[in-house]
């Protein structure tokens, strides 16, 4: 294991480790592949951050052992840990490196400049990769003119909260599947061509923390013309937040680092191939309802404006529930719990990024100096 700068590699090796894959696993898999794409996956370098995660990590990399493409290396990066997670990575022979706690912007920093392949495949410690993680990522790198590939979130769990997070996640990829080249890669299941993220600089270490880093970096790497893909049988499953509280944080959270982002990136707050413009509405929608709603304590005319736009949110909600209702119409009502506590959310990270634009110093300006000079930035 490697101290404080990460500069050394940690002892063993994933290739030297046990990867034997259950045979149910393996009936369907061997016929859909080509040489081609398990060459690509042999130059592939899986780069994991990990904080305390000794629990986690575990499913994350036997899931890894279980592939159908085998990559290069995997890489675990103990971003500060008190627990065991250096010796449970290391247990399952994964390379690991140790740096202070810096986040995981930092951390996968780490790993990338430490990593072997031509390829490095992000994934996240409480992430599971289906079996054919690895080989679905790598596959649309045999298009030499792409630079980096979205996977997708999966989940078993069967909390009303956690279902509906997968509900809005589907909403997305939807989404995402209309354009042949996307602007945003998630770091859970995202892969990039180690030359070009070099060249990048990586992920931004100014997001100290996980949020928004991801969409920063793909945000850089589209403005400089770089062919991003969404493969949506590249799945990882995840464990989705189980209750509403949890899930309000995280949202509102979400809404303050993608102020930040738009500060750096202006023109993609109108537009880019994740962010439904229904969303966007309804987020604007609440907050007219909620500031009239406050007027009409003192101008009485204002409460039709704010019940108007409730009624607009409401209806804007409709696409929603028709795609739980059409699953299962039992979670229709709390998918219009959703729709609301999201918008709320939203609304409120949105002012609160609002307030912390100024703030917010950017440490790594490539690929996007033009956008922070515009901003009077640095």
Known sequence: MAEADGSSRGVGSFAESQMIPEERHRIDLLDNRVPEVTELASKSSVVIPAYNAARKLPACLEALRDQSCKPLEVIVVDDGSTDSTAIVAQQYGALVLIQRHHGPAAARNLGMRNARGDLILFTDADCEPSPTWVEEMVRPFMDPTVVGVK??????????????????????????????????????????????????????????????????????????????????????????????????????????????????????????????????????????????????????????????????????????????????KRLVPWAMVFVLVRALAFALGVVWGLAGLLSFRPQNAKGRAESIEELGGE
Request: proline letters at 2%.
């Open 151 to 328: 996977g997708t979130y999966k989940t078993r769990q069967r909390e009303i909260v956690a279902q509906l997070c997968q509900y809005e996640f589907e909403e997305r990829y939807d989404y995402l599947d209309r354009f042949e080249t996307i602007d945003f890669v998630d770091s859970y299941a995202g892969g990039f061509r180690t030359a070009v993220l070099r060249e990048m600089g990586g992920f931004d270490p100014a997001f100290s923390e996980a949020n928004n880093e991801d969409v920063d970096l793909s945000y850089r790497l589209a403005d400089a013309g770089h062919h991003l893909m969404f493969n949506r049988r590249a799945v990882v499953y995840h464990h989705h937040r189980t209750n509403w509280s949890a899930y309000f944080r995280l949202k509102a959270r979400r809404g303050y680092w993608r102020m930040i982002v738009y500060r750096l990136h202006p023109f993609k707050a109108v537009s880019d191939t994740y962010t439904p413009q229904l969303l966007k509405l309804q987020i604007l929608l609440l907050g007219l309802s909620l500031f009239f709603g406050v007027v009409a304590t003192v101008w009485a005319m204002s409460a039709w404006v704010a019940a108007f736009s409730l009624l607009l949110l409401l209806a804007s909600a409709v696409p929603f529930l028709h795609r739980v209702g059409a699953v299962d």
